[in-house]
């Protein structure tokens, strides 16, 4: 397996730069995961949401990717990113590569699931009456 790549970025997310980290021909399967800001939660409509990470955030991710690669396996990479986002945008890519398709899944949904419970990143939503909720603290 090559680089690791866990980062964590204000810019625009590039799900090709995260496929491209795992891939490799001895993998018949690439799963991306594409996690999008979505205009609605809990049945209120959402404007926009702004995420906040801690200062060793990155750190955690990079410890996530590496334990899910060592338990897998298999190559793994994760970005997300930090600072206002609107609907549509990217807040977080994750890929997993193996030679099959359902181990490719799986690793690539524990990598997720892991990132949503170990890395110190906070969203603020932004409804579209006004009120804001910081989701995650």
């Known amino acids: 397996m ?18 491209a980290a ?15 800001v979505r205009n609605h939660d809990g049945g209120q ?4 949401l ?3 990470a801690h200062p060793d955030a990155q750190r955690f991710l990079r410890t996530c ?9 298999l190559p793994v990479a994760a970005v997300h990113r930090v600072g206002p986002l609107v609907v549509g945008d990217l807040a977080l890519v994750a890929a997993a590569a193996a030679p099959h398709r359902a181990e490719a899944f ?5 990598l997720v699931e892991r990132i949503k419970t170990e890395v110190p990143i906070w969203k ?6 006004g009120v804001t909720e910081w989701v995650g603290l």
Do not use: M, N
């Open 106 to 110: 799986a690793a690539c949904s524990l």
């Open 50 to 52: 702004e995420y906040q």
């Open 45 to 48: 409509p959402v404007s926009a």
């Open 124 to 129: 603020r939503q932004h409804f579209a009456d």
């Open 65 to 73: 990717c590496e334990q899910v690669s060592a338990e897998t396996g």
């Open 2 to 19: 090559g680089e690791l790549l866990a980062a964590i970025s204000p810019d625009p997310l590039d799900p090709a730069a995260v496929d």
């Open 22 to 36: 795992v891939a490799g021909p001895e993998h018949g399967a690439v799963v991306l995961f594409s996690g999008v």
